[in-house]
């Protein structure tokens, strides 16, 4: 109950705080702000709570009888040495927070960019992001949420060395200035941060700061490599499925084929028989089912002995979900109404001269980060400790704390470095991690005295969820010569990613799951009529990279396009239009790719036609104009020029790559054999033989620029991905193509 308690608590702390905050909290609003300083073995250092009043609540709940003042809330170390440790409030899987939140620490701290180094959180609440009040990484929010309060953090910590050595050499702090890791005084006289760190730690941590200008920066803005790169580039970088700890074992567990099934019967004599297994358990999975876990002392035995079970599965009370029959039930839904998003008048769709009836169909998609899902639990008595890469380990400590039967306060989550995620490691259930406890528990059970870390092979993902939702739109559009749009009917059907979840309360109105319709209508100025069913299918789903513009962004821009071609329009001009002058943004990023694409001014090698897009996702605009091409039936993608505009991008570096690798996952949204699809309920692929990702043949060249600016940062995490499939496919329809209504494209 204690822990449902505070689960429960979640939705109505986000919908609270999205209703009445934003990131960019003034300086002024800092009365309830609480800071922490500590003394390390190795030098000074200084943590701060959240901004924002949620993060000092959840700070309250924090571990009875300890004071604020010591709680080892730190984010900035600074040793003797001057080195600079800035422990980041984010999952790192790729995304390069680990260097861009040090970056922006280090501008307002005047550091020294070659002494900064950086550190992973956990799941104290110090670490929470400050403007949902929880432990998220997600939705492209690390930059967007945390600029500011990194800014602050470097801004206090500087202000306290400053006045330390104002008080060394007895002079006013006024007249003092920094520069890297350095605080100048009269006469040229010097301090390094590292000379300083011990008597700053003993002063009074200041409320208010003055931040820098942003014409001022010298870091901020400038291509910076990564903290991690010389780790990751020489095979030494550690990642969650590298943890090892003293007498620790392996476990891999064997899953209901149809998700939610019990077992009848195990057979695990063979299995007990294989050298190096210590024990073989029946545990509980995801939705209800059950499994085996077979325990040994690394993955080969363990696997070994999953392969030799001999089970029985219950399959008679579960669903098993036929992809052809589902896809066939999506497209009657979609004739009806459902639940309303936007209700204006579409009554002039029956008399306008053009009409446009188009029926949509996507695919479960799932996720396949390169690092395969793994958590390793250890337990103490009563407390447990976890290590496992999540973007949610506030969530995931309190799932820990349900199945293990320990106080969430016992429950200490060591946040790794991941291989990638695009959503997988974000789950509400918190499925693998509640797994790994379980089987940790059960082992413990079994007279096993040892931290177990359980792997998923990459076949076990394909094969046990979560994915992409499939879903089924249908348009029935009205518009004229001019190509103006009288009214837009629209239909969506697809499960619902929230329903059931913490997350539910916050973005379920109506009958309507806010990320199924993310990305419809805007930024254009049209009459739109759009209802949603969320039919209840026994399929696990979650959000994936972009989460709904990976499949509203294609409907909506390549609907566009073909308005636009039907009306013998060109299909900039046209956007620009439809936009009007409400929508800079939006502008400025497509015209930049438009310019720097060479489009309207190169011409092309026959047979290449240009294909463009335009979307928002997470605040940040991303524009495609693409080259592609046909060649023996299959479309093929030659050149993408990208126009960003992200507001100020921390680090243009980061935004490229970002930037490309989303382009990249978006390019496999459209490759032949990129689908989940089952039968009597059975997954039917389980690798990259079977579900297709792009190869290097595949890649095309990407150039990306950024629209230039000093507002504060949006994200920039997905908002690559969502137009890079429309615009793909709108460039193979005017090389000669056929108008494409599904994906991946089917071009048998």
């Known amino acids: 109950m204690h822990f449902e308690a505070r689960l429960n608590e979640l939705p109505r702390h986000l919908q609270s705080l999205l209703q009445s905050t934003s990131p960019e909290t003034s300086v002024a609003g800092l009365s309830r702000r609480s800071f922490l300083k500590m003394a390390t073995a190795s030098g000074f250092a200084l943590g701060c709570y959240p901004m924002l009043a949620i993060g000092q609540d959840a700070a309250a709940k924090a571990p009875a009888g300890l004071k604020p003042t010591e709680q080892p809330g730190a984010f900035v170390q600074i040793a003797k040495d001057g080195t600079v440790t800035v422990t980041i409030n984010r999952l790192e899987f790729g995304q390069g927070v680990q260097t861009a939140l040090p970056l922006i620490l280090a501008e307002e701290l005047d550091a020294d960019w070659s002494k900064v180094k950086y550190a992973n959180g956990n799941n104290h609440p110090a670490y929470v992001d400050p403007a949902y009040g929880m432990h998220l990484t997600g939705g492209s929010n690390s930059i967007a949420h945390s600029y500011t309060q990194y800014r602050e953090l470097g801004a206090r910590t500087r202000a306290m060395l400053v006045q ?146 001999k089970l029985e599965w219950d399959l008679g009370s579960v669903e098993k979900v036929d992809s052809v029959k589902q896809l066939a039930s999506y497209k009657e839904l979609a004739k009806q109404q459902g639940a309303l998003k936007y209700n204006d008048d579409v009554s002039k769709i029956a008399t306008a001269p053009h009409k446009l009836n188009a029926e949509f169909s996507f695919p479960y998609l799932a996720h396949t980060p390169m690092e395969p899902l793994n958590c390793t639990v250890a337990i103490k008595g009563d407390k447990a400790e976890l290590w496992v890469g999540a973007q949610m380990p506030g969530l995931d400590g309190f799932a820990a704390s349900a199945a293990l039967g320990l106080k969430p306060e016992n429950i200490a989550v060591h946040t790794q470095m991941a291989g990638g995620g695009f959503g997988r490691r974000a789950i509400p259930t918190s499925d693998y991690v509640v797994e790994a406890c379980n089987v940790t528990k059960a082992a413990v059970a079994a007279g096993l005295d040892a931290p177990v870390r359980t792997l998923w092979s990459r076949e076990d993902d394909v094969k046990g969820g979560y994915y992409r939702p499939m879903h089924v739109h249908r348009a029935d559009i009205g518009f004229d010569a001019q190509g103006n749009i009288l009214g837009w009917d629209h239909v969506i059907v697809g499960q619902s990613i929230v329903s059931g979840t913490p997350f539910e309360g916050m973005m379920v109105k109506n009958g309507v799951d806010a990320t199924a319709v993310e990305g419809m209508k805007e930024p254009y100025d049209m009459p739109m009529r759009l209802s949603v069913h969320h039919p209840k299918i026994n399929v696990p789903v979650l959000w994936w990279r972009s989460v709904g513009s990976t499949h509203t962004a294609f409907v909506m821009e390549t609907l566009l396009d073909e308005i636009a071609e039907t009306t013998k329009q060109d299909p900039v001009a046209y956007r620009l239009k439809l936009m009007g002058d409400k929508h800079p943004r939006h502008k400025a990023a497509l015209e930049l790719a438009v310019e720097k694409s060479g489009y309207g001014k190169k011409k092309l090698p026959a047979g290449r036609a240009y294909g463009v897009a335009v979307h928002e996702s997470f605040s940040s605009i991303v524009a495609y104009v693409v080259e592609a091409s046909i060649k023996n039936g299959q479309p093929k993608l030659h050149k993408v020029t990208a126009g960003v505009h992200c507001n100020l991008a921390v680090n243009p570096k980061t935004v490229e790559a970002q930037v490309q690798g989303a382009a990249l996952m978006g390019l496999s949204m459209c490759l032949p054999g990129a689908a989940i699809t089952l039968k009597d309920g059975v997954v039917e692929q389980s690798n990259f033989g079977d579900f297709v990702v792009p190869r290097i043949t595949d890649m095309p060249q990407v150039a990306v620029h950024i629209v230039p600016s000093a507002d504060a940062p949006t994200g920039m995490g997905e908002p690559g991905l969502p137009a890079l499939a429309p615009a793909f496919a709108n460039a193979v329809a005017r090389a000669g193509g056929k108008r494409w209504r599904e994906l991946p494209f089917k071009t048998a």
Do not use: C, N
């Not at 942003?214 to 590298?242: C, H, M, N, V, Y």
């Not at 063979?270 to 499994?291: L, M, S, T």
């Open 164 to 309: 330390a050595a104002a008080t060394q050499w007895g002079v006013d702090a006024s007249g003092l200035r920094t520069e890297k890791g350095v605080v100048v005084g009269p006469g040229g006289k010097k301090l390094t941060y590292g000379e300083l760190a011990e008597a700053a730690m003993k002063l009074q941590v200041p409320e208010k700061v003055v931040l820098k200008d942003p014409k001022s920066f010298r870091l901020i803005g400038k291509p910076t490599g990564r903290l991690d790169a010389k780790a990751k580039s020489t095979g030494t970088q550690d990642f969650g499925i590298d943890m090892h700890l003293p007498g620790m074992l392996t476990a891999v567990v064997a899953r209901p084929p149809v998700f939610g099934a019990k077992l009848k019967s195990v057979d695990d004599s063979a299995a007990k028989a294989i050298k190096g297994v210590k024990a073989v358990v029946r545990v509980p999975v995801d939705r209800g089912g059950e499994g085996v876990a077979i325990i040994a002392t690394g993955y080969w035995p363990a696997k070994q002995g999953r392969d030799v079970l």
